[in-house]
């Protein structure tokens, strides 16, 4: 399957919201074929596939131990997978782990500035103050990171994660610790970005996050993947999913399949 | 790889607190113990009562002892402080304001001088203690002890050419004195002489013939007899020579030792704890993963951390040995050889200190564990041999094999001394150790990102 090559562009304006149901550009960006992880004894992946599309929102949402974090971090190339395959380098891939990554003894335009020499973006002055501009830290651009907030250090830590401007961005769990403001901030955010083109996949806990900002599920438990979908989808594959909200479906969903 | 190197710089410079007590706080560390082993223990202050009478010369066999150099030479070995009268040597001692006192009493030249004559009597001398410190107080025995056996020794060597003075007299005759009367012994040598010229001059048959032949025989025996005498006297005064011989080949000199010491400690505290936290802090800021999944290699990682500890390590030591020149002599001509000890070391260190970081992960747990793994071996690695029962001393050979510290500092002291030997063994010694400790690090790098 041919994927697009260009470069796609950042949203226009921080903030911007992607709205609900928004159409889908059919084009896969990123797909995975029989991926398989063992930790000696434990199958942590038992041949997940899947595929993501252009601009799509993906939400990978599972119980503990269900495997979403070995599987971003496989399409992220920090781990390698047993067996099975991924259509895209990790280069190409945009990685935001879950606790800030950054030089908490650099500034803001320090880290920005690093992690595009290493990245080798082509134009570093106008890559590192586009992102300055579009995480609203201009001002604070030689502060050093250990100063600002969680939520100013996740913007630098999705910042870095978009220098590169990959197609493909992998969150994971994008929103722990922050408080319902910076989610807000944070969410507004990450919808501008798939407005502008850039897959996101993201793992989270928070079944009503996955919900609301996630177009499509992919559910996972102990490796398996037992739903690919969108969460009207989910809610109906539940026993008696008529009567309870979606989280309630959800864990009814999972033990309705021995979960 | 050079912004990696610049951004761990940045860092540097954002931790000023932390920078300079990594660097101080060795280097402090160092000098003291550089300094503890180049000095040796401090001198003992001993309080010094001279009771003998003022510009009383001591003759032994006809020699004046040099009175007034003995006594600096006394007090150059320990701190003579002097007091007027025993109560105040005593009050001194009691007080604690001295360790020790030494009484001279006003008989002692007599009593020497008697040693070199028929009626000896043996002189003392009386020391006052206060053992309130037992290593102090060894210190104070071990001097004194040391200080009388060579008075004696010296004493013992003008007695025993009185003696062979005598034994000449006895053999060969000529004047002696005695209570101002001087007296002509004839000796062994002419009496026999004497004798064999009357021999020939007696009769034949005569009944004394035999008898005076007995007396000859005699007369030659004892001649011959005390003839040995004197060598042996003057083997009693001396009955041990030494003759030292170094099998180890020409060690580096005191100083150069102690200053290899200083340098060492400073080199290993500083590229060790620098590279370990500089690389638990990959870790710590959860960057290693983000860094080393794009175009860093984690062994280039590893060769970057690897030359900032070199690097900084080698301004550190530059600049405590420049600090140092100001205090003790530094041959700058020598920057070559020591030059290159020092990076050599320094590799084996920061690789070290890199394998120590990748398996704490963490920068507080790699601090600790830098210090806690280091000092030990930079002790373990001053025991000397002969201090310790062979098989721990086996043990401890074993252990300084397996760390730098041994190897630097012996290739540091050899690139300090000029009179030292080279240094191809030391240096080929830290260049296996840096590349075991890279592998160990590279493997502790593996289960880095998780």
């Given at each position: 399957m041919a994927l697009p090559d260009d470069p796609i562009p950042f949203p226009a304006v921080f903030g911007e919201s992607a709205t609900a149901g928004r159409s889908?550009?059919?084009?896969?960006?990123?797909?995975?074929?029989?991926?398989?992880?063992?930790?000696?004894?434990?199958?942590?992946?038992?041949?997940?596939?899947?595929?993501?599309?252009?601009?799509?929102?993906?939400?990978?949402?599972?119980?503990?131990?269900?495997?979403?974090?070995?599987?971003?971090?496989?399409?992220?190339?920090?781990?390698?997978?047993?067996?099975?395959?991924?259509?895209?380098?990790?280069?190409?891939?945009?990685?935001?782990?879950?606790?800030?990554?950054?030089?908490?003894?650099?500034?803001?335009?320090?880290?920005?500035?690093?992690?595009?020499?290493?990245?080798?973006?082509?134009?570093?002055?106008?890559?590192?103050?586009?992102?300055?501009?579009?995480?609203?830290?201009?001002?604070?651009?030689?502060?050093?990171?250990?100063?600002?907030?969680?939520?100013?250090?996740?913007?630098?830590?999705?910042?870095?994660?978009?220098?590169?401007?990959?197609?493909?961005?992998?969150?994971?769990?994008?929103?722990?610790?922050?408080?319902?403001?910076?989610?807000?901030?944070?969410?507004e955010f990450v919808l501008g970005l798939a407005g502008g083109g850039t897959t996101v996949i993201f793992s989270t806990h928070n079944i009503a996050e996955a919900e609301r900002y996630g177009q499509r599920l992919l559910v996972l438990a102990d490796g398996e993947a037992l739903f690919d979908g969108s969460s009207s989808e989910l809610h109906a594959a539940a026993p008696e999913s008529g009567a309870r909200d979606f989280e309630q479906a959800f864990v009814a969903f999972l033990r309705d399949r021995g979960h | 790889m050079r912004w990696l190197f610049i951004k761990d710089l940045q860092i540097l410079r954002r931790s000023p607190l932390v920078t300079t007590l990594l660097v101080v706080y060795p280097a402090v560390i160092a000098v003291l113990i550089g300094f503890a082993l180049s000095r040796g223990p401090e001198t003992p202050r001993v309080a010094f009562l001279n009771e003998v009478p003022q510009g009383q010369p001591l003759v032994l066999a006809g020699t004046e002892f040099d009175i007034a150099g003995a006594r600096s030479e006394l007090c150059a070995r320990i701190q003579c402080i002097p007091v007027s009268s025993e109560e105040e040597a005593r009050d001194m001692v009691r007080s604690g304001d001295a360790l020790a006192a030494l009484i001279l009493p006003p008989d002692l030249i007599e009593r020497l001088e008697s040693l070199g004559s028929l009626s000896p009597s043996q002189p003392t001398v009386r020391v006052l203690v206060n053992e309130e410190d037992p290593v102090k107080a060894r210190l104070v025995d071990d001097r004194i002890s040391s200080?009388?056996?060579?008075?004696?020794?010296?004493?013992?060597?003008?007695?025993?050419?009185?003696?062979?003075?005598?034994?000449?007299?006895?053999?060969?005759?000529?004047?002696?004195?005695?209570?101002?009367?001087?007296?002509?012994?004839?000796?062994?040598?002419?009496?026999?002489?004497?004798?064999?010229?009357?021999?020939?001059?007696?009769?034949?048959?005569?009944?004394?013939?035999?008898?005076?032949?007995?007396?000859?025989?005699?007369?030659r025996l004892a001649r011959q007899n005390l003839n040995l005498a004197s060598p042996v006297l003057g083997a009693i005064a001396h009955p041990i020579e030494v003759q030292k011989e170094d099998i180890s080949g020409s060690p580096p000199s005191l100083d150069s030792f102690a200053i290899g010491v200083a340098v060492t400690v400073t080199l290993m505290f500083v590229t060790v704890l620098l590279v370990a936290g500089s690389l638990a802090l990959e870790r710590e800021e959860n960057v290693f993963p983000r860094l080393t999944r794009g175009l860093v290699r984690r062994t280039a990682l590893l060769v970057e951390k690897v030359a900032l500890g070199v690097a900084l390590s080698l301004v550190v030591t530059l600049l405590m040995l420049a600090g140092l020149s100001l205090f003790v002599d530094i041959d700058w001509g020598r920057f070559p050889a020591f030059g290159v000890a020092i990076v050599a070391g320094g590799a084996a260190f920061a690789a070290f200190g890199a394998a120590i970081g990748a398996a704490a992960r963490e920068v507080r747990a790699s601090s600790l564990l830098a210090f806690m793994i280091s000092l030990p071996i930079a002790f373990v690695s001053l025991v000397g041999s002969g201090t310790v029962s062979p098989t721990l001393f086996d043990v401890i050979k074993v252990i300084r094999a397996l760390f730098p510290f041994d190897p630097a500092l012996d290739a540091i002291s050899r690139g300090l001394d000029a009179a030292g030997p080279g240094l191809g063994v030391p240096i080929l010694h830290l260049a296996i150790l840096t590349v075991a400790y890279g592998v160990l690090a590279r493997l502790a790098l593996r289960r880095f990102a998780f």
């Open positions: 889908i550009d059919r084009r896969v960006v990123i797909e995975t074929h029989g991926l398989v992880k063992r930790f000696g004894e434990r199958e942590a992946l038992k041949g997940v596939s899947f595929a993501a599309h252009r601009g799509e929102l993906l939400a990978v949402i599972g119980p503990n131990g269900a495997g979403k974090t070995t599987l971003l971090s496989i399409l992220a190339g920090i781990r390698r997978q047993d067996s099975g395959s991924v259509s895209r380098d990790p280069g190409e891939i945009g990685w935001i782990p879950q606790q800030a990554a950054v030089y908490r003894r650099l500034t803001v335009e320090e880290n920005l500035r690093l992690v595009a020499r290493r990245e080798k973006v082509p134009d570093r002055d106008a890559a590192v103050e586009e992102m300055l501009e579009q995480t609203g830290l201009g001002d604070r651009r030689d502060d050093q990171v250990g100063t600002l907030s969680g939520g100013n250090q996740q913007r630098i830590n999705i910042a870095i994660g978009l220098l590169a401007r990959p197609l493909v961005l992998l969150l994971d769990e994008p929103s722990a610790g922050l408080d319902p403001r910076q989610r807000e901030r944070l969410w | 200080l009388v056996t060579e008075a004696n020794f010296r004493i013992s060597k003008q007695v025993t050419r009185i003696s062979a003075n005598y034994l000449s007299l006895l053999l060969e005759g000529g004047q002696f004195n005695l209570l101002g009367q001087t007296f002509n012994v004839l000796g062994l040598k002419n009496t026999q002489r004497i004798l064999e010229a009357l021999r020939p001059e007696l009769p034949a048959g005569s009944p004394f013939a035999d008898a005076l032949d007995r007396v000859i025989q005699f007369s």
